[in-house]
């Protein structure tokens, strides 16, 4: 059974930063390393969403709305990977979480906990 562990969620105000981390303990390090890896958010009363995803060869893509503002990193050794945020939004206000993807951009694995970002003044 894989675990995700997502962290570092806090609140900020509009025009913020954050850092999210999540990490994946228990999976193999080659499968990690070969994972096409994407973060999640979920908004009050809004269906999950696709918000990053970054390959194995580090090739990035972002939703519209987080273009220039959010950057995918993944480090392999650690089973890492990581949402550096920037000039953040109260509609950024969700919980995040990752997963690793399937080719069609489908979560693979159960939902860890999450880690909620919130934004606010």
């Known amino acids: 059974q894989v675990q995700l562990v997502e962290s570092g969620g806090d609140l900020v105000q509009p025009g913020g930063s954050l850092r999210l981390s999540c990490k994946a303990p228990r999976m193999i390090l080659s499968v990690f390393s070969a994972n096409l890896m994407g973060w999640y958010r979920q908004a009050p009363g809004k269906e999950r969403e696709l918000v990053a995803s970054i390959t194995s060869s580090r090739a990035a893509d972002y939703i519209d709305s987080v273009k220039g503002r959010f950057t995918i990193a993944r480090d392999n050794g650690k089973r890492m990977i990581y949402l550096q945020m920037t000039d953040l939004r109260p509609e950024d206000t969700a919980v995040y979480y990752c997963?690793?993807?399937?080719?069609?951009?489908?979560?693979?694995?159960?939902w860890g906990r999450g880690t909620q970002v919130t934004v606010s003044s």
């Open positions: 997963n690793a993807l399937t080719s069609g951009n489908q979560p693979k694995h159960n």
